[in-house]
């Protein structure tokens, strides 16, 4: 808590605090447990009310408000970012900016005053791309922020607003909701190949002003739900010139990258991964590295692609098992985590990307992952999930497995459930001390769904057995696959 005799780090320059107010005198245990309950516009008006208040709650209202801020391309918001940086007492809370797709669509029939709000905002977002004001803003912001650590493009808005029950939004919505109607469409418009440009651009321009602000964030994160970035999105600019050397380093300076790869269902499409090859090995000091691809009508050879791209992170051709060339250029990572979402792989590939960070990973993450299979294996009834996670008792380092929502084949993977043994699961995390304990309890209770076969009736048996088994009420038809791109 900041000396009473200082002027309080949001009020105005000179201004002392009430010291004999009586609410000045209530301990600031009991002031921060009773303002956690009331509103934001109670809050606001409490701090206006008492400098003495407004002092003593400084700390925890710029914490909760001002430690993690969303916004979005719009003039309105984007000013709010570069006032925050501007701010000498706010600057230094923001660590965490998240960048959202908040997008009207177009071909709305609206009353006229509405329409004339919207056509407005629509032409200035256009206007910020094509300028390079959301760069520039964007840059000029991020050089003023000296405790930046993340930054994060995301879809979608948190409901973790608790003190309104409500949901956290980017700035600036909220005002033209209230111009509108109706707020803007929070995912960046839908699958066309238009809103596929829009968030790549989005992208490329919080990376070009990080490049430009040469900003060091530890984390940068692409947190999408409904739609991932095309390979493209990852391209580093060219242009203006000189331009890539300031986002390299950048990147240099990485500790942790979150990457969500929309994957062409069209297999006549090129999808050569160049773009966020070159991205990774530009990343060289990652520790964290997520990797997630979107999962809606991708083919098989698809898969494989992305499999192959994997395994070259780690060094390895597509068997998981054969170090690349030593003239091919791979990542160098140390990484102490790894999260993979949606893939398709063979065990012995992600067994060997594993391997390959056996001296420093910590911590493994698998959702929506599948093990390809054979038609033998399946026949057999081969665990292929517990023997690779038995595989995971060399990594001596790892402390944490998270398993969620995998399949081995066309068979999903359920678990006991961590409350009531007696009932499965599809999702647990095993945390212990001991990364020979974490693969053994993981391997024993990893279990395929496996079909059961229909009963066989012995039609010449002539002694009636009375079991009826032929009964189809055990047949599994649960393939309605929850298909949300969630992180990995």
């Given amino acids: 808590m900041a000396d009473p005799g200082v002027a309080a780090p949001g009020g105005g320059g000179g201004m002392h605090p009430q010291a004999d107010s009586p609410l000045a005198k209530i301990p600031l245990e009991i ?56 701010h000498p007492s706010l600057a230094p809370c923001l660590k965490h900016v998240i ?26 977002q ?8 959301l760069v520039s803003s964007l840059a000029k912001a991020f050089a003023n922020l000296p405790n930046l650590e993340t930054v994060d493009m995301r879809d979608f808005n948190s409901p973790t607003r608790s003190r309104d029950q409500a949901w956290w939004t980017s700035y600036g919505v909220s005002n033209l909701t209230r111009q509108i109607g109706f707020p803007p469409t929070v995912d960046g418009g839908g699958g066309d190949s238009d809103s596929h440009r829009f968030r790549s651009m989005l992208f490329q321009a919080m990376v070009a002003a990080l490049g430009v602000a040469n900003a060091r964030p530890s984390s940068l994160e692409v947190n999408m739900r409904s739609h991932a970035l095309l390979d493209k999105a990852y391209r580093i ?89 030593p003239t091919t250029e791979v990542p160098t990572f140390q990484l102490d985590t790894l ?70 084949g066309n068979n999903r993977i359920s678990l006991p459930h961590p409350d009531d043994a007696g009932k499965r699961c599809n999702e647990r995390t095993f945390k212990e001390a001991s990364g020979l304990k974490i693969a053994e309890i993981a391997a024993g209770m990893v279990t395929p769904d496996w079909p059961i076969p229909p009963a066989e009736m012995d039609l010449d048996d002539d002694e009636g057995d009375d079991d009826d088994d032929d009964d189809d009420d055990d047949d599994d038809d649960d393939d309605d696959d929850d298909d949300d791109d969630d992180d990995a």
């Fill in 99 to 124: 960048i959202c797709t908040d997008r009207y669509p177009e071909s709305l029939l609206l009353p006229p005053d509405r329409q004339q709000v919207l056509n407005e905002t629509q032409d200035e």
């Fill in 339 to 408: 999260e993979l979402g949606s893939f398709q792989l063979r065990p012995a590939a992600l067994q060997g990307i594993a391997r390959s960070y056996s001296k420093t990973v910590q911590s493994l993450s698998f959702r929506r992952v599948t093990l390809i299979s054979l038609p033998q294996e399946d026949e057999d009834k081969i665990n292929l999930w517990a023997g690779l996670i038995r595989s995971f008792q060399k990594l001596g380092n790892l402390r944490r497995l998270g398993l969620a929502q995998l399949k081995q």
């Fill in 31 to 86: 002031l921060v447990r009773v303002t956690y309950f009331i509103t934001t516009k109670d809050l606001g008006e409490l701090r206006l009310s008492c400098k003495a208040i407004e002092r003593a709650l400084w700390n925890f209202f710029s914490h909760e408000f001002f430690s993690k801020k969303q916004f979005m391309a719009s003039g309105f918001s984007l000013q709010a970012l570069v006032d925050i940086s501007n």
């Fill in 126 to 133: 256009e206007d910020l791309f094509s300028t390079g004001l």
């Fill in 237 to 325: 600019p060219s242009i203006p010139s000189g331009l890539e050397t300031p986002i390299s380093q950048m990147l240099a300076g990485l500790k942790r990258l979150h990457v969500f790869l929309l994957v062409p269902h069209n297999v006549h499409l090129s999808w050569d991964l160049s773009n966020i090859k070159k991205f990774l090995l530009l990343a060289p000091n990652l520790t964290w590295l997520r990797i997630n691809l979107s999962t809606r009508y991708i083919s098989r050879s698809r898969y494989a692609e992305a499999a192959e791209m994997l395994c070259w992170v780690a060094g390895l051709e597509s068997d998981g098992k054969t170090p690349l060339s």
